[in-house]
């Protein structure tokens, strides 16, 4: 993986501006079968099939909800975690947390995290002169090369390209994603660590506490084996 990071504009960082992937591993073949039914179950919105594909001691990470249960079963505080119980929703809501599973089990990193696999994998920034707060606001570019242009707009002026690097969203349009000048694709404007403000394609921001899906297995079975909860 690449942290190189070619500068057009050559403004001084004001601190470090790399991140790093801790505990990154890849996923075994059984691993991944379990991940491609799961997507299919996603799809269907099969209840009955998640039910038996959760660990029943599932555990539930920033739960800032208080949605867990310690007498429910693991499957239960599941689909209360990603709300896919249609039946209890208001129709404007149904389907949400199915799409929501789909675009987890979509991603691409996957992290070691105590016995645990879970994706996506999460960044931490390299930097140790900032503590842990200091980076909520903040996010990072999730790629190699990504550009930060002048306008949103892919034939706007390429302002720098940063690749796995901090970068933090304008005040006051914090986590805000705005239509391109062009038509197509979302936006989001960002302050780079070296002062420089521009637009980057919002696809290639992520958050330092994304929410992640972890699995584990049981008796040789993949199994999905918790939830961690956003922290953006």
């Not at 555990?59 to 800032?64: A, K």
């Not at 505080?77 to 129709?91: E, Q």
């Not at 994998?121 to 930060?148: C, M």
Request: net charge negative; charged share 20%.
């Amino acid at each position: 993986m690449s942290l190189s990071v070619t500068t057009y504009n050559q403004a001084s960082p004001r601190y470090e501006s790399k991140v790093r992937i801790p505990n990154q591993v890849s996923p075994d073949a059984g691993l991944t079968h379990f991940i491609e039914g799961l997507r299919k179950i996603a799809v269907a919105r099969d209840l009955r099939e998640i039910e038996e594909s959760v660990r029943n001691d599932f555990f539930f990470s920033r739960d800032f909800g208080g949605v867990f249960d310690a007498e429910s079963t693991g499957a239960d505080n599941f689909i209360r975690a990603l709300s896919l119980d249609d039946a209890s929703l208001a129709p404007e809501y149904r389907g949400t947390g199915w799409v929501y599973l789909n675009e987890l089990l979509s991603a691409q990193s996957f992290q070691k995290v105590a016995s645990s696999i879970c994706m996506p994998a999460n960044a931490v920034p390299v930097s140790q002169k900032r503590p842990d707060e200091f980076w909520l606001s903040w996010g990072y570019v999730h790629g190699t090369d990504v550009f930060i242009r002048r306008s949103p707009d892919l034939q706007s002026e390429p302002l720098t390209s940063l690749s796995y690097e901090v970068v933090e969203p304008v005040a006051g349009e914090a986590g805000d994603r705005v239509k391109g000048l062009d038509g197509n694709g979302l936006w989001i404007k960002v302050n780079t660590a070296s002062g420089i403000k521009g637009y980057m394609y919002s696809s290639f921001f992520r958050n330092f506490q994304q929410a992640q899906l972890c699995f584990r297995q049981q008796n040789n079975v993949w199994k999905i084996s918790g939830f961690i909860g956003g922290g953006d």
